[in-house]
């Protein structure tokens, strides 16, 4: 019998189908689906947005302990000068560009100030880690809701990390340090510390490690190459955050131990990838210096047997912890959350509670460990949540009550303070800005020793060379750091020559203008001690309120030394032995030699005739990266006890030298390095399009 040509067809059994509901198109379901986390996503980045707008107003926060113009500074000189093999000749007597800072948020910032010229670098640097700080949120979101699939609990999660911070209840010295308005602990370490390229770091965390464990759990090499990517960026970002994301991939590794299908050898060949391609900058000089300064400038940190036992400590706990829960068998992801809030809690507990550093600047992980127990405590509310004990159901609802009581008047505070407290006002108007106004106005010759908070800012509005600077890690020679230092803190070796020690070390390192705060003064960091040392002995060219400026002879860069007149012992404990070098410098008798900066990497010495046997003392720290020429013919360098550059010029009619900043073969070795690391990793990533095209919808069709 022919069957007709509409209507229902039976059924290969012979049965009638039932009736038959339209099949919808699956494209506006999975469009839904995807659309729904993206506007979660973006409802938490504009609360945090919103509750933290003056970040992203123009001018300068009431905070004056915070360091952000030091960055500031940095970004507006590569703006200017965007060579990585440069030198720097402003802060700290001069340093490579390299050895400033990691690259990351210098030149994004640089070049969004060449994109937005009209808008002032403080502005664009604090839009720039403002906006990452308010995506930390985001990013968690995104993090949660891979391994939970739950888009409320997600979204729940990244409420509460954006509106709470633990540290406040959990440590007295945090909540001692809350200051003028209420904030998260992660925004008030921006606002008032000025921790931006932390708080991006820490941003890119989640989703580093969510790339790892994507690059162990599966095969492929973009897996990898992504996962390469983010550890990459990090510690381009900053070492804080560097460290923290070594703690955090070892743990990774750790609660992994054991879970299908993940090889541990994908996950280390990401890093040994990452290594080369952030080579270019990451060099090992580069790294070993950060490595050996880190300690020092982490208020004089040193690995001892307290530290060793705490960090043993931290080790035997993380591995009892991975052992409960692989008896209990318990998620990779809770583990994986449960260890990170266990190892950076130790971390910020022994620092905060005992006062005892289990690594450098232990107090900075404050913010990791909040990050952890953000993700802990909502998955542990959400597995209660879901058994099929009602007791354990009740004890989390009653655990989330407390804690949400507890925590209330800190939202509270949070939510409805307004934005008044915290606005920012003109720069102008502060007193660091106007002593620096004066002092770019009157140009010295020589160097600015400037204290305080100014030290940090002066270089992100003028460009002035000065003793000090804002980030001391990276330099090679410390010589001038601890000079400076003993300067301010009144802390001489050579009994009752305190006034004669300090003259005698600021002439050496070539300041002019000395910048001294006074009690009464606005400025935060009011770290001069016993200002009667140059009040006594210098004139005052310049006071405002309680903040004075004083002056010593202009002098240029350079001089005309004899071997004896040099420093042969270390400055640093015989500051005595100055004392030749300095009568050197100021005899009237001898040539003056003219040193005048043509660009930042070049200086030209031009003098009378050069006398046999002396040699040029040059105020500028020594680098391998130097070369110096005389009349055109290359001239030895070395280094004097100070660390600055030493010429050995031959005898001639006129003094014509030209020192010139060209990087060093390292920098050039890694550079190109790195540079075939991302040719062979892209053209690894493109190779035969067609046949991974055609491998992948072999694999969706299986």
Same mark, same amino acid.
């Given at each position: 019998?022919?069957?007709?040509?509409?209507?229902?067809?039976?059924?290969?059994?012979?049965?009638?189908?039932?009736?038959?509901?339209?099949?919808?198109?699956?494209?506006?379901?999975?469009?839904?689906?995807?659309?729904?986390?993206?506007?979660?996503?973006?409802?938490?980045?504009?609360?945090?947005?919103?509750?933290?707008?003056?970040?992203?107003?123009?001018?300068?926060?009431?905070?004056?302990?915070?360091?952000?113009?030091?960055?500031?500074?940095?970004?507006?000189?590569?703006?200017?000068?965007?060579?990585?093999?440069?030198?720097?000749?402003?802060?700290?007597?001069?340093?490579?560009?390299?050895?400033?800072?990691?690259?990351?948020?210098?030149?994004?910032?640089?070049?969004?100030?060449?994109?937005?010229?009209?808008?002032?670098?403080?502005?664009?640097?604090?839009?720039?880690?403002?906006?990452?700080?308010?995506?930390?949120?985001?990013?968690?979101?995104?993090?949660?809701?891979?391994?939970?699939?739950?888009?409320?609990?997600?979204?729940?999660?990244?409420?509460?990390?954006?509106?709470?911070?633990?540290?406040?209840?959990?440590?007295?010295?945090?909540?001692?340090?809350?200051?003028?308005?209420?904030?998260?602990?992660?925004?008030?370490?921006?606002?008032?510390?000025?921790?931006?390229?932390?708080?991006?770091?820490?941003?890119?965390?989640?989703?580093?490690?969510?790339?790892?464990?994507?690059?162990?759990?599966?095969?492929?090499?973009?897996?990898?190459?992504? #996962?390469?990517?983010? =550890? %990459?960026?990090?510690? @381009?970002?900053?070492?804080? $955050?560097?460290?923290? /994301?070594?703690? !955090?991939? +070892?743990?990774?590794?750790?609660?992994?131990?054991?879970?299908?299908?993940?090889? #541990?050898?994908?996950? =280390? %060949?990401?890093?040994? @990838?990452?290594?080369?391609? $952030?080579?270019?900058? /990451?060099?090992? !000089?580069? +790294?070993?210096?950060?490595?050996?300064?880190?300690?020092?400038?982490?208020?004089?940190?040193?690995?001892?047997?307290?530290?060793?036992? @705490?960090?043993?400590?931290? $080790?035997?706990?993380? /591995?009892?912890?991975?052992?409960?829960?692989?008896?209990?068998?318990?998620?990779?992801?809770?583990?994986?959350?449960?260890?990170?809030?266990?190892?950076?809690?130790?971390?910020?507990?022994?620092?905060?509670?005992?006062?005892?550093?289990?690594?450098?600047?232990?107090?900075?992980?404050?913010?990791?460990?909040?990050?952890?127990?953000?993700?802990?405590?909502?998955?542990?509310?959400?597995?209660?949540?879901?058994?099929?004990?009602?007791?354990?159901?009740?004890?989390?609802?009653?655990?989330?009550?407390?804690?949400?009581?507890?925590?209330?008047?800190?939202?509270?505070?949070?939510?409805?303070?307004?934005?008044?407290?915290?606005?920012?006002?003109?720069?102008?108007?502060?007193?660091?800005?106007?002593?620096?106004?004066?002092?770019?106005?009157?140009?010295?010759?020589?160097?600015?020793?400037?204290?305080?908070?100014?030290?940090?800012?002066?270089?992100?509005?003028?460009?002035?060379?000065?003793?000090?600077?804002?980030?001391?890690?990276?330099?090679?020679?410390?010589?001038?750091?601890?000079?400076?230092?003993?300067?301010?803190?009144?802390?001489?070796?050579?009994?009752?020559?305190?006034?004669?020690?300090?003259?005698?070390?600021?002439?050496?390192?070539?300041?002019?203008?000395?910048?001294?705060?006074?009690?009464?003064?606005?400025?935060?960091?009011?770290?001069?001690?016993?200002?009667?040392?140059?009040?006594?002995?210098?004139?005052?060219?310049?006071?405002?309120?309680?903040?004075?400026?004083?002056?010593?002879?202009?002098?240029?860069?350079?001089?005309?030394?004899?071997?004896?007149?040099?420093?042969?012992?270390?400055?640093?404990?015989?500051?005595?032995?100055?004392?030749?070098?300095?009568?050197?410098?100021?005899?009237?008798?001898?040539?003056?030699?003219?040193?005048?900066?043509?660009?930042?990497?070049?200086?030209?010495?031009?003098?009378?005739?050069?006398?046999?046997?002396?040699?040029?003392?040059?105020?500028?720290?020594?680098?391998?990266?130097?070369?110096?020429?005389?009349?055109?013919?290359?001239?030895?360098?070395?280094?004097?006890?100070?660390?600055?550059?030493?010429?050995?010029?031959?005898?001639?009619?006129?003094?014509?030298?030209?020192?010139?900043?060209?990087?060093?073969?390292?920098?050039?070795?890694?550079?190109?390095?790195?540079?075939?690391?991302?040719?062979?990793?892209?053209?690894?990533?493109?190779?035969?399009?067609?046949?991974?095209?055609?491998?992948?919808?072999?694999?969706?069709?299986?």
């Amino acid at each position: 019998m022919k069957l007709p040509s509409s209507g229902p067809r039976p059924t290969p059994g012979g049965h009638p189908p039932g009736p038959q509901a339209p099949t919808p198109s699956p494209q506006p379901t999975r469009a839904l689906a995807s659309l729904t986390p993206a506007l979660l996503a973006a409802a938490i980045l504009l609360l945090n947005v919103w509750l933290n707008a003056p970040l992203f107003m123009s001018g300068e926060l009431p905070f004056r302990g915070s360091i952000e113009g030091g960055y500031v500074g940095m970004a507006r000189f590569i703006s200017q000068h965007p060579n990585p093999w440069g030198w720097n000749p402003f802060p700290y007597c001069g340093l490579p560009t390299q050895f400033m800072y990691v690259p990351v948020l210098p030149y994004v910032t640089a070049l969004w100030m060449h994109i937005l010229p009209q808008v002032s670098p403080d502005s664009v640097y604090r839009t720039i880690v403002a906006l990452m700080t308010c995506l930390g949120p985001v990013t968690l979101f995104f993090f949660s809701l891979y391994f939970t699939g739950s888009r409320r609990w997600a979204f729940v999660m990244a409420l509460a990390y954006s509106l709470f911070s633990p540290s406040y209840a959990l440590f007295p010295a945090v909540e001692k340090d809350r200051g003028i308005v209420q904030l998260p602990w992660r925004i008030q370490v921006l606002a008032k510390y000025g921790e931006g390229p932390h708080n991006t770091g820490l941003t890119l965390l989640p989703l580093a490690l969510l790339a790892v464990w994507r690059a162990g759990k599966a095969r492929g090499y973009p897996r990898i190459l992504v #996962a390469a990517l983010l =550890l %990459a960026v990090i510690p @381009l970002t900053n070492w804080v $955050a560097a460290l923290a /994301l070594g703690i !955090s991939c +070892v743990l990774l590794l750790l609660a992994a131990w054991g879970e299908p299908e993940f090889r #541990a050898w994908r996950v =280390l %060949a990401a890093p040994a @990838l990452a290594y080369l391609l $952030a080579c270019f900058w /990451l060099t090992p !000089s580069f +790294v070993r210096i950060i490595a050996f300064n880190w300690p020092a400038d982490s208020f004089a940190y040193q690995l001892k047997e307290k530290q060793l036992w @705490l960090a043993s400590g931290a $080790a035997l706990g993380a /591995l009892l912890i991975r052992l409960l829960f692989r008896w209990v068998r318990g998620s990779f992801y809770f583990c994986l959350v449960t260890l990170g809030a266990f190892v950076f809690g130790w971390i910020a507990t022994a620092f905060y509670v005992y006062g005892v550093d289990v690594i450098p600047e232990s107090r900075r992980y404050a913010i990791e460990f909040e990050l952890f127990l953000a993700l802990a405590l909502a998955e542990g509310f959400r597995l209660a949540l879901r058994s099929s004990n009602a007791t354990v159901r009740l004890c989390a609802i009653g655990t989330g009550a407390v804690m949400l009581l507890v925590g209330a008047p800190q939202l509270w505070a949070y939510a409805t303070q307004g934005w008044g407290p915290w606005r920012p006002s003109p720069p102008e108007a502060t007193v660091e800005y106007q002593l620096g106004r004066w002092i770019a106005q009157h140009p010295p010759q020589g160097r600015v020793f400037a204290s305080g908070g100014l030290r940090f800012r002066f270089n992100s509005w003028f460009d002035i060379p000065q003793v000090g600077g804002g980030f001391e890690t990276g330099l090679r020679n410390r010589i001038p750091v601890d000079l400076a230092y003993r300067i301010r803190a009144a802390s001489n070796l050579w009994p009752g020559h305190e006034t004669e020690d300090t003259l005698l070390e600021l002439k050496a390192l070539g300041a002019e203008y000395v910048v001294v705060h006074g009690p009464q003064s606005r400025e935060y960091y009011r770290d001069f001690v016993r200002p009667e040392r140059v009040a006594e002995s210098l004139p005052a060219v310049y006071r405002m309120e309680d903040d004075t400026i004083y002056r010593l002879p202009s002098r240029p860069l350079a001089h005309l030394m004899r071997p004896q007149e040099l420093p042969n012992r270390d400055v640093r404990d015989h500051p005595q032995a100055l004392a030749r070098y300095v009568t050197a410098m100021e005899d009237t008798s001898r040539p003056v030699l003219g040193a005048q900066w043509t660009d930042t990497g070049t200086l030209t010495i031009t003098g009378p005739a050069m006398p046999p046997d002396e040699l040029v003392a040059v105020e500028v720290n020594a680098d391998p990266g130097w070369r110096a020429t005389q009349d055109g013919r290359d001239i030895a360098i070395t280094q004097d006890k100070l660390g600055f550059i030493l010429l050995h010029p031959s005898a001639a009619a006129r003094t014509q030298i030209e020192l010139r900043y060209r990087g060093t073969a390292e920098q050039k070795i890694m550079a190109a390095v790195s540079a075939i690391a991302w040719v062979c990793a892209l053209s690894a990533l493109f190779r035969n399009p067609a046949r991974r095209a055609g491998g992948k919808a072999l694999r969706a069709g299986l």
